[in-house]
């Protein structure tokens, strides 16, 4: 069975706005759902409230298997963000909030696994140079 890890976005979505419920459980049917370091990170950074600091909490406790960069991961980073960016006209803060995604989409390489995004564009960009597979729910 193939594996996929979860972008950010769809955690906060589906715990927040009860979205992507539908599109969830078939990608639970289809792939097995590994869990980012980088994205678990996102999470407790973000979690404000005593309750989604638990949510977090409680997911990192069962995520036994969590697949994370390696320093090549991180020096490619450099190159894809300076490429991109560079391309688009980016300013630095969106090359720094585009460094997470890259991190998830190499490692997601490295793994052969599909990248499940709410908002995709950025992993759109990352697909065409990394040839990985992005799925939007």
């Known amino acids: 069975m193939p594996w996929a890890i979860?972008?950010?976005?769809v955690y906060v979505g589906y715990w927040e706005r009860g979205l992507y419920e539908e599109r969830l459980?078939?990608?639970?049917?289809?792939?097995?759902?590994?869990?980012s370091a980088v994205v678990l990170s996102e999470l407790r950074r973000g979690a404000r409230t005593r309750e989604a600091q638990s949510i977090v909490e409680d997911l990192f406790r069962i995520a036994r298997?969590?697949?994370?960069?390696?320093?090549?991961?991180?020096?490619?980073?450099g190159r894809l963000i300076r490429k991109i960016g560079d391309a688009r006209r980016w300013d630095r803060n969106k090359r720094r909030?585009?460094?997470?995604?890259a991190l998830i989409a190499l490692?997601?390489?490295?793994?052969?696994?599909?990248?499940?995004?709410a908002n995709s564009q950025d992993f759109d960009l990352l697909a065409k140079e990394l040839r990985i597979a992005v799925l939007a729910v």
């Open 65 to 77: 298997i969590q697949w994370e960069p390696t320093p090549a991961d991180w020096w490619e980073a």
């Open 107 to 117: 490692t997601a390489r490295r793994h052969g696994a599909t990248v499940v995004a």
């Open 97 to 101: 909030d585009f460094q997470n995604d």
């Open 25 to 35: 459980s078939a990608v639970q049917r289809a792939f097995v759902v590994r869990h």
């Open 6 to 9: 979860l972008d950010t976005n």
